[in-house]
């Protein structure tokens, strides 16, 4: 199943679905990096509040997506994601470290917009 | 007590395949929304090994019961090339592909009983069982 991808003024929205399979994460690296360069994006939000996983395999392409697009001068969020699943990440031992988060959509733009200020 | 839930785990789409149905199974036996990610997250983890390492395998669920207590057994089995250290690849940090490792010790976190049998050339049986409390 495709990411959506969402072009929001200088920023991408990608909503990722519940079964996300590792191909699709895979897709989903490749097209992201892909629309920053031709839109020329200063911000990317990966909302993952359908997503009721998040194992090894996720949190390292979300990490890599995070970095790949911060290569390009643009920033990420990851946001939405659920109590449940942090809890899970937790036990398992995976972080996000120097990836940014949000509580959802409204907070990942005002984090956004925040970066924007701070960097112009 | 309900049949056996199997599934062959042959590539990457089976793992999602691994976890919904654990997910659901958990939910039937009774467990909570958090419980039943760290089933789910358990599971996909177990399935990602399956392919990564061995090429196939299956993950068989189970409701167990231990009077008076119920829980959720998750079987991993394959046929692959086996863990060389056992006791290696269930500390923290270790790894034998140079990415994150089995993930063992994260799978062991997540449940209450974990046990596992390796025999080079033969294969590993991964036993992971949450109770419900």
């Known amino acids: 199943m495709e990411v959506p991808i969402l072009k929001q003024g200088r920023y991408l929205i990608a909503t990722i679905q519940a079964a996300l399979s590792d191909e699709d994460l895979q897709q989903l690296r490749r097209t992201l990096l892909e629309r920053v360069i031709q839109f020329r994006s200063r911000g990317v939000i990966v909302d993952v509040t359908s997503l009721d996983v998040m194992d090894s395999f996720a949190t390292r392409t979300l990490r890599d997506i995070t970095y790949m697009i911060r290569l390009r001068g643009a920033d990420t969020v990851i946001v939405g994601i659920q109590p449940e699943v942090a809890f899970a990440m937790v036990q398992l031992g995976l972080t996000l470290e120097g990836v940014a988060t949000a509580l959802d959509l409204e907070e990942g733009l005002a984090h956004l917009e925040q970066r924007a200020r701070n960097s112009s | ?133």
């Open chain 2, 1 to 133: 007590m309900p049949d056996d839930i199997r599934v062959l785990i042959r590539s990457n789409p089976d793992i999602v395949t691994a976890r919904q149905e654990g997910r659901a199974l958990a939910a039937l036996t009774g467990f909570g929304a958090t419980d039943a990610t760290l089933i789910a997250t358990a599971i996909s983890e177990l399935a990602r090994n399956i392919v990564s390492y061995a090429g196939q395998g299956e993950i068989i669920l189970r409701i167990v019961e231990n009077n008076p207590a119920k829980g959720l057994m998750i079987i991993s089995r394959d046929a692959g090339p086996g863990i060389r250290s056992v006791d290696d690849a269930m500390r923290d940090g270790y790894s034998t592909s140079g990415g994150l490792g089995l993930g063992l010790p994260g799978v062991r976190r997540l449940v209450d009983e974990f046990t596992i049998e390796s025999v080079l050339g033969r294969g590993t049986v991964v036993r992971a069982t949450k109770w419900l409390r």
